[in-house]
């Protein structure tokens, strides 16, 4: 019996050790995809960040001469820092309050709700250039829609696109407009939270406030850091406004660091200099993103442990 049982442990651990094997060599591919993709490149702007480079002559050595320079001279890095910051965090606040609000209404037992979710959605799959150049009419000073409406409540146009004030809010309702993906994950969320503990709530006497606060935020606290983590990332990348919009104006007030890299890179050809940027760009996303790990804990999930 023994000698049975030791045959057959040997056999499984053969079994098993094929099919990690098997697994390993399925995962070569992407393991492949992702570092000729992502690892190396990234890799590579470390190192051109320490060279001189216009993309056409050979590359010359300038140590960090190109964050000296960044830090000290650069006519865009603290602007482009504001700017990222600010339309960053309204972003993500708006779209996370936005989403979640919406999610809450599609998920209540209305009739056409399936109609409404694909119309909320939507905006999120259409084209980023046909997006903006949509809300670039809503925004126009003489003709556009919004100040047509103005206009007829008696309130005088606004310059939305050509204002230091407005610009940045502006340019956050559309982000929140097309966070459809948003409310996608939060609407899986809600649909998943125990009904058990909703119940047992009402039975309790709790309100819908007190529901929402006490029974459905804490069920979907790891979908909200999910959301806000992505939403994060995504808009301190923000670059298609500026690029399909304002072109970093007015007064520098759009010139986020995306749209800096690019106007280093492929409008002024200083490669070198743009890889420098990029760099600092990584670590300032990196930055916020491990202070949004760092307070999880306490900022969502309502505890340490």
Not at 3 to 17: D, L, P, V
Not at 246 to 258: I, W
Request: charged fraction near 15%; include cysteine; glycine fraction near 8%.
């Amino acid at each position: 019996m023994k000698n049975k049982a030791k045959a057959k442990i040997k056999i499984t651990s053969r079994a098993g050790k094929k099919e990690e094997i098997t697994a390993y060599l399925c995962l070569i591919p992407a393991f492949l995809g992702v570092t000729f993709i992502s690892y190396l490149p990234t890799l590579a702007v470390f190192v051109l960040s320490l060279f001189d480079w216009n993309g056409l002559t050979t590359p010359k050595f300038v140590g960090f001469a190109n964050f000296t320079r960044i830090f000290t001279k650069d006519i865009y890095f603290i602007d482009s820092i504001k700017a990222t910051v600010l339309y960053a965090f309204l972003a993500v606040v708006g779209a996370i309050l936005y989403s979640l609000l919406v999610a809450l209404m599609l998920n209540m037992k209305i009739k056409g709700r399936t109609l409404f979710r694909s119309v909320f959605f939507v905006p999120y799959l259409l084209p980023a250039i046909g997006v903006f150049k949509g809300w670039e009419w809503l925004y126009e000073g003489n003709f556009g829609l919004f100040n047509f409406l103005l206009r007829m409540v008696g309130l005088p146009p606004q310059r939305f696109l050509n204002s230091t004030d407005q610009v940045i809010p502006s340019l956050v309702l559309i982000a929140i407009w097309i966070s459809g993906n948003l409310i996608v994950i939060f609407l899986a969320g809600l649909q998943n939270v125990p009904g058990v503990y909703v119940e047992a709530a009402k039975i309790d006497g709790a309100n819908a406030w007190q529901r929402f606060w006490h029974v459905t935020i804490p069920s979907i606290s790891p979908i909200i850091f999910y959301n806000v983590l992505t939403a994060l990332i995504t808009h301190l990348q923000v670059i298609n406004p500026a690029l399909a919009l304002t072109n970093g104006g007015p007064s520098k007030k759009s010139m986020f660091m995306s749209y800096v890299i690019y106007l280093y890179g492929f409008q002024k050809n200083k490669m070198g200099y743009a890889a420098a940027y990029a760099v600092i760009f990584f670590l300032l996303v990196g930055i916020f993103t491990i202070i949004l790990f760092k307070t999880q804990k306490s900022q969502i999930f309502g505890g340490e442990e």
